[in-house]
């Protein structure tokens, strides 16, 4: 059963207004769609909260409900305040259920590879999310990609990717999204002490030049 929230035509706008909004448990939103012009919502912040916690995350299809109507649609985009965290806005954006979308997909990690387990590698973990196209009820929660098999050097790819039909991957097939590398070791950096030996042991061989010059000087003038 497809989750329905409801919301109301936003006509204040501003700063003042959006604030007022928030105090009373609500949240701004604009929904957007190709055959409609952008729509100024007001929506019960819990309700995006509780979208934001599923499973699905901002990739849930549910339907949004204001005056007599009813739209499916996606989250697009959230804002969130950089200090306290709190839901400042919503985008939204209708989707058609027979048209493919393109989203963001989390990437799942199975199994200890033996390049880790046995070779003493580790795991680079390059792409976390994916972005593929597809229509929105075959939208996947996530993912899961076994890497249990893959040996020291060895890389995941998009190319062996197995997908279900009709989800198409929008990354280049050569691009890796893992990589079993070995365990780099850094040169440990010189310590002060070293640095100043190193500095004495210098300056009196600059120091006997610059004197060996100035006798073969003295030698010419006296010549």
Do not use: W
């Amino acid at each position: 059963m497809t989750l329905v929230i409801k919301a109301d035509k936003r006509t204040e706008k501003g700063k003042n207004a959006s604030g007022r909004l928030r105090r009373q448990g609500l949240v701004p939103a604009i929904l957007y769609g190709e055959s409609m012009d952008s729509l100024p919502l007001t929506l019960k912040k819990k309700d995006i909260i509780e979208i934001l916690k599923s499973e699905t995350g901002e990739n849930t299809i549910f339907r949004v409900a204001y005056d007599s109507e009813e739209k499916d649609v996606m989250i697009k985009e959230v804002q969130i305040h950089p200090v306290t965290d709190e839901l400042l806005h919503v985008d939204l954006i209708q989707i058609s259920m027979d048209k493919p979308v393109r989203v963001s997909v989390p990437v799942e990690l199975v199994g200890e590879p033996v390049g880790v387990k046995v070779e003493g590698g580790l795991v680079d973990f390059l792409l976390r999310e994916l972005e593929i196209e597809c229509l929105p009820r075959e939208i996947p929660e996530a993912i899961r990609i076994d890497i249990s098999h893959l040996h020291l050097h060895q890389s995941f790819k998009v190319m062996n990717l197995e997908l279900p039909a009709g989800i198409k991957i929008l990354h280049e097939p050569q691009t890796a999204i893992v990589v079993i590398s070995s365990i780099a070791e850094e040169a440990a950096p010189a310590t002060t002490e070293e640095v100043v030996e190193g500095a004495e042991m210098k300056e009196p061989e600059v120091i006997k030049k610059e004197r060996k010059k100035e006798e073969e000087e003295e030698g010419e003038t006296k010549g």
